[in-house]
């Protein structure tokens, strides 16, 4: 229930409380000139009945006020008929018409919200399930990559491999969009190789650096985090495959990984940092953004999602982001884990 808003009373009670000290101000004149002697006495008596009438009446306005609030509030929550009867019990019939059509309306649109409800579960369902069912022709398919690498040309590896890697990609980000949108999300934290997750990661995007011709400089120190590896294993895809996205292919790309400890902030530090197109500085704020794309060449490419997944993830994992770019000169995102 919202608190008593005493100017509102006021407004609304301040015509009975002119009229009563009108009225007051009359007998108090009238006294004046009937009694004279005793009007000393009178005067203080009617101004204390005066005051006492006000406070019953302000008392008796507010509990009224209060009162018609908290129906209110409970027919919004809940526009059943039995509230509704209610509201207009305390309303009173003069209101029945006007209730009875903002009940229909509420009745209507709750109906439709629930329905719409209903339906996002059942298409989230449907997404999640066949995300899971496309894992498999996909796991067949990168199988059959490296099965059959000899039998095919270089390039035309690399180009399987490279849609191969961006489809599994897009599908991660609809499981981890899924997950982050889940009024509940169970993570399983527990204390993960830093070292191991970059070369998992670094392995799964060879031929991808490859391919874009992207080299890969680290200097890495297996730092104890204590974080869901899954969820970090993306985070770091993400942070990789955006410096690949963005690189400038007008000079020779590299990505350079670092880890350490921040005294500053009493963290431990993964930085990862290019030296591509980076970002402009009026964009810098928003990169966080669900959907944002930026002011970039590869704005067609880009979904505006894969930043944006990882910066719920770290909030929900307690990891501090800090980005810098220079726009044509890199961009810089440093991950801060909690010492634990």
């Known amino acids: 229930m919202k608190k ?4 509102h009373l006021f407004q609304h009670s301040h015509h009975w409380i002119l009229l009563l000290f009108v009225n007051s101000a009359l007998f108090i004149f009238l006294a004046w000139v009937a009694y004279p002697k005793e009007f000393k006495i009178l005067v203080p ?37 039995e509230k509704e009867a209610q509201l207009l019990q305390i309303l009173g019939n003069s209101y029945k018409e006007v209730v009875h059509d903002l009940a229909n309306e509420l009745r209507r649109l709750q109906d439709e919200a629930l329905e ?6 059942e298409y989230q369902t449907f997404i999640e ?19 059959r690498k000899e039998e095919m040309s270089s ?5 399987l491999d490279h849609a191969n890697i961006t489809i599994h990609d897009y599908i991660e980000r609809i499981l981890f969009f899924a997950k982050v949108q889940a009024v509940h999300v169970d993570y399983s934290l527990k204390k993960v190789s830093i070292l191991e997750c970059f070369e998992d990661v670094l392995l799964e995007l060879q031929s991808l650096l490859e391919e874009q011709k992207v080299s890969v400089h680290t200097d890495i120190k297996d730092i104890p985090v204590v974080s869901d590896e899954r969820a970090l294993h993306f985070i770091l895809i993400q942070l990789l495959v ?37 970002v402009l500085p009026s964009d810098l704020p928003f990169i966080f953004d669900k959907g944002f794309t930026g002011d970039t060449h590869n704005q067609k490419q880009s ?3 894969g930043l944006f997944l990882v910066k719920k993830l770290c909030d929900d994992l307690q990891i501090e982001m800090k980005a ?17």
């Open 4 to 7: 008593v808003n005493w100017l």
């Open 45 to 81: 008596t009617m101004l204390i009945i005066t005051l006492v009438t006000m406070l019953y009446g302000v008392i008796i306005t507010l509990k009224k006020q209060q009162e018609r609030q908290t129906t209110f509030y409970q027919f919004l929550k809940e526009p059943s008929l």
């Open 116 to 121: 719409a409800k209903y339906q996002s579960l």
């Open 129 to 147: 399930s066949w995300v899971h069912e496309i894992k498999t022709p996909l796991s067949l398919l990168h199988f059959v990559l490296q099965n």
């Open 155 to 159: 390039l035309v590896y690399q180009r």
């Open 242 to 278: 955006n410096a690949i996205k963005y690189r400038n292919v007008n000079s020779e790309s590299f990505i350079r990984i670092e880890t350490g400890f921040e005294h500053e902030k009493d963290s431990y530090y993964v930085k990862v940092a290019d030296n591509g197109l980076g």
């Open 303 to 305: 979904t505006g999602m």
């Open 324 to 340: 810098e770019a220079e726009y044509k000169r890199g961009f810089t995102m440093k991950l801060l884990f909690p010492k634990v």
